[in-house]
């Protein structure tokens, strides 16, 4: 008896479980066929981060090392340096500013911590999700991959309840 309604109740399950497969046949397919089509990204996406400047084409970051404090995976790398040009001229908005900014992709998970620490606006999470490389060694990024007047929007993701001013961050100032 106890074989017989194992059997029936096995049977039933698998039925159920067909048919729900069947069920999502005749429906709309979301296969995105990445990198033909884009990929739509949530406005909330983290992907690479972005270095911030100001309108003066000055960077936002003076080196305060508080993302790094806050990163749990310990990827994130800084050198301070001072410039003491006059405001206008310095590649800062501060005399101190990061002579070397470095991000390890191969430790970093995402959690954005570093950009809730950042007192300045300096650091954003970017929607770039393309960093597959060969080498680990290549999953370091510098501060001229980070920074936002460097990097390029890729063709192959749009921001979901975006309209193209989303862009506009990665064009060149
Ligand atoms: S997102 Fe998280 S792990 Fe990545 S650099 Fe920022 S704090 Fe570190
Ligand atoms: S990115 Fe922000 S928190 Fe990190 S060193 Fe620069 S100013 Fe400080």
Redesign the pocket.
């Known amino acids: 008896m106890g074989i017989i309604s194992d059997v029936i109740e096995n049977t039933r399950a698998i039925i159920k479980g067909m048919m729900t497969t069947a069920s999502y046949i005749p429906k709309e397919k979301w296969t995105v066929q990445y990198p033909d089509d884009p990929v739509t990204l949530q406005p909330r996406f983290r992907g690479q981060h972005l ?1 911030h400047v100001d309108e003066l084409g000055r960077e ?9 404090a806050a990163c749990p995976s310990d990827c ?1 790398y ?1 050198v301070a340096a001072d410039d003491p040009r006059p405001p206008k001229e310095r590649t800062g908005v501060d005399e101190r500013f ?1 002579q070397v ?1 470095n991000i390890d992709y191969g430790r970093c998970i995402f959690c954005g911590f ?1 950009v809730e ?4 606006d ?2 954003t999470h970017g929607y770039n999700f393309e960093l597959s490389v060969y080498s680990r060694a290549d999953l370091l990024k510098t501060k001229d991959d980070l920074l936002i007047t460097k990097q390029k929007q890729s063709p192959n993701y749009r921001v979901a309840f975006a309209d193209e001013e989303v862009d506009s961050e990665y064009k060149v100032l």
Do not use: D, M, Q, R
Not at 60 to 68: G, I, M, N, T
């Open positions: 270095l936002k970051c003076v080196a305060c090392y508080l993302c790094a994130i800084i990061a900014y570093c620490a950042c007192p300045k300096a650091i």
